[in-house]
């Protein structure tokens, strides 16, 4: 039977070893989480890196992390520590990650670093190649394996390959800066499809192909070679149905009250009328977090009146704590955070719940359900699946989202409050607006934002794309037997 290989640089399983002994954990992200429902229903198997190097690893423990890895239909591809200096917090998270979230200030352009994201893409290479058999299709995700489509088709010629991007691509003004430009755009044209989650992203990767490769462009198909590439943009959905009965089973009496949801509903109890103001994400600095911060002591500044009355639960989750500019992000959120709850905090309230830690889906779900209004505002994100986690939570179909239109989510989130994450006059009306946002006009927001995810989920998202694809493959024999 046919399969499909997924391939991304992190497995939807993490592994770290503590105290001798295989610790093992879901991986966070929107790729990771969004991509292991498509996987868990299909015949298919998942390359990538388990999260430990090969220098942790003795024979013995290697074949432990092989097993768990093939339980859950994966495959596990070998990094060694150079590995993970160079390529994944060198070439993919100091340069790819900053350049394409137009952090142009934070990209650096090292020789070394891109000779290690080559090798390292050739390492997945060999793997993906070594367990392709006739009509298997091969998925390739995200900045971190740009090359590796072509690296497939050079020896494979006749596999189908998808490429999807979980990030933004940025204009060609900003991608044109880039050094190893046309290596990377040749890299890419390997695949038969190359998706992304907005319209915009589409236009700007064609326009650099067009610029900087000078390929010809028919609408979304560029023939490169004798074969025709096509380009498409696939918002990406979540699994709607799973954030929407588990937060049905949370509000079920039966359900037994986590630690969290306890000391949430005393903090609820205190005082009737105290809202909560929820924010989830990676520690990142394209999340705009400090300035989320900032924009919440404007706001308490603005309109005292709501000083006790709300407050801001912030969980961050640690990402990529090796490379320099996440480091200063957590030292900035730190003193950020203490300054403002050391300004506002009385006997009875502090004003912004900190958690810098990765947590429990059920936890997720308490989150989510629990606060009135969800304030995700990042400066630059592909996608955010956590502004649609949020609403497909919203059983009663209350609560109000304040998202920033610089999420691709944005574009399919009219009914959201959009805020331009820069101003803090945007931020501090429309939290004013949310708080005192009638009940009708929650519901009526609501409804339309949960209809939309509803239907189009991750599901569908992954069906759409796959269709795409086998049209692409049909429009490649026509072009071969012309
Ligand atoms: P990104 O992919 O940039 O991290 P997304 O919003 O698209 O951003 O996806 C983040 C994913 O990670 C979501 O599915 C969310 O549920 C999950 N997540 C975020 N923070 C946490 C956390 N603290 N603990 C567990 N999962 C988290
Ligand atoms: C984003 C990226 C993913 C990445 C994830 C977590 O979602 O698009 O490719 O896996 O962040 O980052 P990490 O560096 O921990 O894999």
Known sequence: MNKTIIVSNRLP???????????????????????????????????GWTGITDEELDADLKKEVDAKVKDVKCKAV???????????????????????????????????????????????AEVVLDTIEDGDTVWIHDYQLLLLPQLIKDVKPEVTIGFFLHIPFPSYEIFRT??????????????????????????HFLSSVKRILRLDVNFNEITYHDRIVKVDSFPMGIDYNKFHDAALEHD???????????????????DGDKKLILSIDRLDYTKGIPNRIRAFEYFLNKHPEYKEKVRLVMLAVPSRSGVPQYQLLKKETDELVGRINGEFSTVSWTPIWYFYRSLPFENLIDLYTSSDIALITPVRDGMNLVAKEYVATRTKQDGVLILSEMAGAAKEMNE????????????????KKALTMPLEEQNNRMKILQKRLKRYDVEKWADEFFKTLEATNKLQDVVVSK
């Open 13 to 47: 399983l993490q592994i770290s070893i503590e105290q001798d002994q295989l610790n093992v954990t879901p991986s966070v992200g929107g790729l990771a989480t969004g991509m292991k429902s498509v996987h868990a229903d299909g015949n298919g198997l998942w390359v």
């Open 78 to 124: 070998g990094l060694t520590q150079d590995d993970i200096d160079q390529f994944y917090l060198g070439f993919s998270n100091r340069t790819l990650w900053p350049l394409f979230h137009y952090f142009l200030e934070y990209t650096e352009f090292e020789d070394s670093q891109w000779e290690a994201y080559k090798r390292v893409n050739q390492k997945f």
């Open 178 to 203: 880039f050094p190893w430009r046309e290596e990377l755009l040749t890299g890419m044209l390997g695949a038969d499809l190359i998706g992304f989650h907005t319209y915009d992203y589409e236009r």
């Open 252 to 270: 079920n009496p039966n359900t037994e009250i986590s630690e969290l949801q306890k000391r949430i509903d005393t903090h609820l109890n205190e």
């Open 416 to 431: 959201a409050l959009l805020i331009n994450p820069n101003s803090f006059e945007d931020f501090a009306s429309a939290l």
